[in-house]
């Protein structure tokens, strides 16, 4: 008989399915589409302690500390993926630059880096930034270098299911999961589309599908944001590092040439088309950081939804019955907190000391 089934197949199913494989659990991944094929597939991959935008900062301290317990965790865990599925997700560490457009930002993000004691960071006033990443606009006021880089997502999805199988986790895909089942005080399985299947726990991993699944108490408060994104060929543009501002865009250089420039942050409902006036912001406000990016060809563009809670941290363990847990609701950063955010639901599934202070990712706070 399974221990636990996880209701969805992104990283944060992927990832809690692999950890609770490796305490020697029995696990059942139920995922309506294809593994890591979802919010995962459309994400920058942007991985850094520190470096966020401040559309991606509004958790505060909450949301750093889960991105900066999991820091370490990325390197550790690109070597295990690359062991365990044969894949490569490339996993680099080129560096962040949190970018300044004016005298006002310049100021503001070295300010949030004392107060928050970033440590080894470097500014780079306008000649060295240049000197650094020519193609950067010259009316730029500088940079904070912030350790960090970012990974392929597009390989992170299939290495963490390769890893999983092979370790022994059932994972179905084309199944929808139509109501958690209980007995009133605690869950005993699911019911999908197939059929029902059994188990004492229940981990909902769904992403913006998380919000929908009946029998999932509290109901998480989640609210889909759309990102519409573009992947331009920049091999002639030369950018070493990830090139964050302070509300968005970014520039995320990949290995084989490409620049990702995102995102928009729309609250649109689960329409996932392009836009004329979301594509024509990320390319005027990019140009404006990298003016070079005008001669770039577009390779591909696409959307994808972030799971955004309502106070925009995610909701990380027990649920109101026994043997329901949750890790979701990340929002536009959930990528760079995934590890830290698994570790602490399974310790807290598995009864273990929690890495970090759960308090402040309760489900139950909105019981």
């Given amino acids: 008989m399974r221990d636990v089934i996880i209701i969805g197949g992104g990283i944060m199913g992927l990832l809690t399915a692999r950890e609770l494989r490796k305490a020697g659990r029995n696990v059942t991944i139920i995922e309506k589409g294809r593994p890591g094929a979802g919010t995962t597939w459309a994400s920058a991959g942007i991985i850094s302690a520190h470096g966020t935008s401040g559309s991606a900062d509004i958790a505060g301290l909450p949301g750093l500390r889960l991105r900066a317990a999991s820091d370490e965790d990325w390197a550790h865990l690109a070597e295990a993926l690359a062991e365990e599925s044969g894949t490569d997700i490339e996993y680099r560490l080129t560096g962040v630059l949190l970018i300044a457009l004016d005298e006002e930002e310049a100021e503001s993000i070295q ?42 997502v597009r390989k992170l999805g299939p290495a963490l299911e390769i890893a999983c199988r092979r370790q022994g986790v059932e994972i179905l895909t084309g199944c929808a999961v139509e109501e958690i089942l209980s007995d009133g005080a605690r869950v005993t399985g699911v019911r999908t589309d197939a059929g ?17 699944v009946p029998g999932a108490v509290p109901r998480p408060p989640i609210t889909p944001q759309r990102g519409q994104m573009l992947a331009l060929d920049a091999r002639a543009l030369g950018l070493k590092r990830v090139v964050l501002t302070v509300n968005d865009p970014y520039l995320v250089p990949r290995a084989d040439g490409r620049v ?50 309502s106070d925009y941290l995610p909701l990380i363990g027990l649920g109101a019955l026994e043997g329901l847990y949750f890790c979701t609701g990340h929002g536009p950063s959930g990528i760079g907190p995934a590890p830290a955010s698994v570790r602490l639901a399974t310790a807290l599934y598995l009864g273990d000391a929690p890495p970090l202070d759960p308090a402040p990712y309760d489900p139950m706070r909105f019981a």
Wanted: proline share 6%; glycine share 12%.
């Fill in 111 to 152: 300010q949030k880096a004392r107060a928050r004691e970033w440590g080894d960071t470097e500014w780079m006033p306008p000649d060295v930034l240049r000197s650094e990443e020519p193609c950067l606009s010259t009316d730029l006021l500088g940079a904070l270098h912030v350790t960090g880089g970012n990974l392929e």
């Fill in 196 to 212: 029902v299947h059994e188990a004492p726990a229940v981990f909902v991993c769904a992403g913006i599908g998380s919000r929908s």
């Fill in 260 to 309: 990702i420039l995102g995102a928009t942050r729309e609250f649109a409902g689960e329409d996932p088309r392009l836009t004329v006036g979301g594509l024509t912001w990320l390319l005027n406000e990019g140009t404006r950081i990298a003016p070079g990016i005008a001669a770039c060809a577009i390779e591909e563009t696409w959307s994808g939804f972030r799971p955004t809670s």
